[in-house]
């Protein structure tokens, strides 16, 4: 699978959102929901974790891409296939529009994560909505099929009522001109 125009540069910048809630933690244990068909951000995240998980509907086979992570498909809806409190950190980042029962997935990440775990998620604004049509069905530099499956985009309301189900909200702002949430938030 070929990846699209911008999604080398967005993954740099997840990556540069992410790498100071990874440090936090010594030898972290990592589960990247959404991890898409390559696990590229797991790669990429690979020296500064002790171990990560990809998890993916999009993932070929479950299969090992290193001593220190492995994937596994699965579609994402309402529950995860972990044991409790099993991860420090999970990503979620250009996921949570994607889910049908988002505050369901957000309290099973909750009991997936060891206490003191966090959750680094980032979420496009409502803002982004007709800028990401835009750049998907006009320019194709954004995959189509990633749009066509968004089901929700977020204000800071709305986000902060969802992720609140389950977290304590510790850092939330605005990028990418505003058309992108980020949120590092803790087990509750």
Known sequence: MKEQFLEPYLRKMRIS???????LYKNCT???IGC??????LQELEPYI???VGLDYKLPDIHVTSKKIKTISAFIDKELPFDSEQFDIVTMLAVLEHLSYPELILQEINRILKPGGGLILTVPTKNAKPVLEFLSFQLNIVSPEEIIDHKNYFNKRDLKKVISTAFKINK???FQFGFNSFCFCEKQ
Not at 17 to 23: E, G, M, N, Q
Not at 36 to 41: C, P
């Open 36 to 41: 898409g068909w390559n696990a590229l951000l």
């Open 50 to 52: 002790g171990f990560g």
């Open 17 to 23: 959102k992410v790498l100071p809630y990874l440090k």
């Open 172 to 174: 939330y702002y605005y």
């Open 30 to 32: 990592l589960l990247d």
